[in-house]
């Protein structure tokens, strides 16, 4: 089984310029999350998708990030117009439907490395 | 809110030597732990998880768990260290309280060094 992959695996562009970056989850995966590590800090939540819904967005930084995932499938995180601090790893999970309390494991990507100079 | 601590940045050990990186949380509800390792280069592999019943929790290549919900505490354990267990390991909690929504808070990972 394919785990999840992340495209492109690095990313260089200058500020004010525009990201797209792609996360595929595994196969089957309702949900599917944004995480994001900046500056060798904490990894931090970004937003959750159920489908093609948006559960939970609250871990979005501002209105310069847009996430969309159109069918339930794979999902895309727009970075627009890019700033110096939004520099950092971005990392995607996805996990199967919601057990009881939410106990399911998420299952990371390979993340993305953007540089934004 | 929920949170988590890792206190040591690094822990330096020696092949053969236990190992030991430390994790403490706070949420409102019942904790859901988990780890993560990250491997120079890869992405975050889960290691094992801790939900409910027994305090210790055996996960992928021989690391362990030990649940601690006096002292708040996750901490990794793994008897004997190999080399190839050097990597940055995270530890993540989620609250059980459904209004905390299902997204993990990651503690600020704990970069382990085994040296031959």
């Known amino acids: 089984e394919a785990g999840v992959t992340q495209f492109p695996s690095h990313s260089v562009i200058e500020k004010g310029q525009t990201v797209t970056l792609r996360c595929d989850p595994i196969s089957g995966h309702d949900n599917l999350y944004w995480y994001r590590r900046v500056m060798g800090k904490e990894i931090k939540f970004l937003l959750h998708?159920?489908?093609?819904?948006?559960?939970?967005e609250s871990g979005m930084p501002n209105n310069r990030f847009l996430a969309e995932r159109t069918g339930g499938t794979y999902s895309t995180l727009k970075v627009q117009p890019a700033e110096l601090e939004d520099s950092g790893v971005y990392f995607c999970a996805s996990s199967t439907r919601l057990l009881a309390g939410g106990q399911e494991t998420q299952y990371f990507g390979p993340g993305t490395r953007l540089l934004v100079l | 809110a929920q949170s988590v601590a890792q206190p040591e940045d690094q822990v330096n050990v020696a092949e053969g030597n236990p190992l030991t990186v430390k994790c403490t949380y706070s949420?409102?509800?019942?904790?859901?732990l988990f780890w993560y390792v990250q491997y120079p280069n890869r992405g975050l592999q889960f290691l094992l998880k801790y939900i409910t019943g027994d305090n210790l929790v055996k996960g992928s290549y021989g690391f362990e768990a030990e649940f601690n919900k006096s002292q708040t505490s996750f901490h990794l354990k793994k008897p004997s260290a190999l080399v190839s267990d050097s990597a940055l390991y995270f530890c993540?909690?989620?609250?059980?309280?459904?209004?905390?929504?299902?997204?993990?808070?990651f503690g600020g990972g704990t970069r382990v060094l085994v040296k031959p």
């Open positions: 998708f159920v489908k093609e819904s948006k559960q939970d």
């Open positions: 949420v409102s509800g019942n904790p859901y």
């Open positions: 993540a909690v989620r609250d059980s309280l459904k209004a905390a929504g299902n997204k993990l808070t």
